[in-house]
Structures are given as C-alpha cells and as structure tokens.
C-alpha cells in the first residue's frame, strides 16, 4: 500500500520516518490479518526546498510540490495546518484513486470532518497526539508517537473498513487507539490541550507584566522547575494557539469561563483567609490529578 502524505512538517515528516522503516523491509507487503505494510511513500509539501529536504532525511521516498503526486497513493494523512486542510482537500480530490482512503491530523476534529466528509466519503479524521515545541521538517523525528494515543473520529457515514485502515497503521506506530465522535474529541481537547497553553499564556503574561523592574529581574532569574512546566505550553508556536482557540472557539471558550471561575473560587478563599477551604481544594486537585493518563 502506498502512503501520502501532504504537508511535511514535524507531524507529516515523522509520520513518513516511522512509515519507511516499517516498510522498509518487507518484501511482501501483505500480512496475514489482511494489514497492508506501507509501501513507498510519497509526500507533497508546499515548497519544493522541503520536499527536497524530506527526501534527504529519509522522510519519503520522493515528493513533489504538485498534488497529482497523491495519484499513485492508496492511504493519504493531510499534515497541513488546520486552516489548509480543507483548500487542500477541494484541490485534491481530483488526484485520487476512486478507493483511496484519506485522513488527517488536526488538532480539531468537528470542522474538518463536517467539512471533508461530503468532499470524500472514504475520509477517517484523526489526531495523533504528540508533538513537540519544534515545527517544520527539521524536527521530524522517528518514534514520536509510540506511547502517545491516537484519537480517530469516525461518523455514522465513515467506511469500517477505512476505519480499520487507519487504525491499523497508527497502531503500527505503536500509538494507542481512542475512538469518539469529533464533538467529544474537540471538548477534550479544549481541556486537556487548548485550555492549558491559554492558561500558561496568561501566566506568563502576569508575571511579565510586573511593574517593579527589580522584582521582575529576579523572577527572570529564580524561575525554576515549577515555572518550566507551567509555562512551557505558553510559551509555544502562537500560530498553533490561534488555530486551537479559532478551530475549536466554542469548547476553548467554555472552559476558559469555568477556569476563570474556578480562579476566582481560589482567590476568594485566599482574600478570605480561609485555609480550610484552600486546603480542601487542593487535597482535592491533587486526587482528581491521579485519574489522567500522565
Ligand atoms: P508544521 O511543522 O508547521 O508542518 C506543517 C507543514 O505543512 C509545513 O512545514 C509546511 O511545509 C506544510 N504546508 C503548509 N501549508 C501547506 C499547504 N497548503 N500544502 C502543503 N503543505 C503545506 O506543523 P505540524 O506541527 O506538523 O502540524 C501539522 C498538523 O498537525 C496541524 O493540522 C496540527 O493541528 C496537527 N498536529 C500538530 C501537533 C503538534 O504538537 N505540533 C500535534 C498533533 C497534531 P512547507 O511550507 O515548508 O512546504
């Protein structure tokens, strides 16, 4: 089975590291349990430098700023950013083998299967979730999903067997498999993923916004682990922030108006000086903090 990928980026360039050297060496590339190895694959990207450069690493066999590359593709992953998928897509259609089965990797499920759906039917939306602070192809890197899960959305409509494909090959990187409808997908995300890179956003923010230039000084300076963790997602590609907020506004924007009150809960009970409750909140926070796959 020959692999697309478009977009070669930190996501699409792993994706095609891991994908060759599963193929690699198979000469037969049909398993028992009907599992198609992949076989060459092909990537497009925007600039013709970054196919170029995917080659060179390794990331694809070969690849072409031209989308009738996709032609020769029995499995396609759209790596794009969120706001290229569907243009891409329109473009794209064109290209394909009539059974070829597509699915991307945004970080947003509900407008891009509401959207592509009806362009393609054999579309499975999904999102491997893992990453890194680095983007581009540059920061391609082999393993960066094994471990992490890979959520797939299929709808009523969604083709089983398609399902099966995709699943299949993200199990081949050694992800975890979830399956939820996009709505579930994006309420998630909202909190495990888009609320907290606003959050740490907005502390960065705070303490960059201190008025005393000593104080700020030796906050620049003290800053340590606790800071490092709880700032790192803040402190990452904006464009990726605007995409979640402007992709997934209304889950982003429900649990930022719990959070906030949930903030203001705590600094009641601070102003109030009321330990008991500060204590019996943060006992609690720290149960509740067990139950997520960490
Ligand atoms: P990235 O490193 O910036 O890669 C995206 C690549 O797509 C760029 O390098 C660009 O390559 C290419 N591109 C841009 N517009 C294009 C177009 N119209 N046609 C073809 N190629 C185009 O971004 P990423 O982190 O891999 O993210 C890609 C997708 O993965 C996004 O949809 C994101 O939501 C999703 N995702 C990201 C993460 C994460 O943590 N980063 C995790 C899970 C899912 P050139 O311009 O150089 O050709």
């Known amino acids: ?52 450069r995917a080659v060179a690493l390794g990331a694809v066999d070969e690849a072409d700023a031209d989308l009738s590359l996709m032609a020769q593709a029995d499995l396609i992953f759209i ?20 059974n070829a089965i597509l699915t991307d990797v945004g970080s947003v499920k509900t407008p891009v299967v509401r959207t592509l759906s009806p362009l ?36 009523e409509t969604t083709p089983p067997a398609a399902v099966r494909e995709v699943v299949a090959i993200a199990e081949s990187l050694e992800a975890k498999v979830y399956s939820c409808p996009p709505e579930a997908h994006d309420r998630a995300v909202a909190w495990i993923s888009h609320l907290p890179v ?16 000593e104080v700020l000084d030796l906050a620049h300076k003290l800053a340590s682990s606790g800071f490092r963790d709880t700032s790192r997602v803040g402190g990452g590609n904006p464009e ?8 997934n506004r209304e889950a982003v924007v429900r649990s930022l108006h719990t959070y906030r009150q949930t903030l203001d809960e705590i600094a009641d009970a601070v102003v109030r000086e009321d330990w008991g409750e500060l204590e019996r909140y943060l ?12």
């Open 1 to 52: 089975m020959n692999i697309g990928i478009i977009g070669l980026g930190l996501i699409g360039g792993s994706l095609g590291l891991d994908l060759r050297s599963l193929g690699a060496d198979s000469a037969e590339n049909a398993t028992p349990e009907g599992y198609r190895k992949p076989g060459r694959v092909l990537g497009v990207s925007r600039r013709q430098s970054t196919c170029d």
């Open 198 to 213: 606003m959050v740490s956003a907005g502390l960065i923010a705070s303490v960059a916004g201190e008025t005393d230039p």
């Open 79 to 98: 790596c794009t950013p969120l706001s290229a998928i569907a243009p891409t897509v329109e473009q794209l259609v064109d290209h394909l083998k009539p």
């Open 240 to 247: 990726l922030g605007v995409m979640m907020a402007k992709y």
């Open 283 to 294: 006992t609690d926070t720290q149960k509740a903090r067990s139950q997520f796959n960490l």
């Open 120 to 155: 393609w039917p054999n579309f499975v939306g999904g999102h491997p979730m893992a990453g890194t602070a680095e983007s581009g192809i540059e920061a391609a890197q082999f393993h960066l999903f094994a471990g992490r899960p890979y959520v797939v959305t299929p709808t």
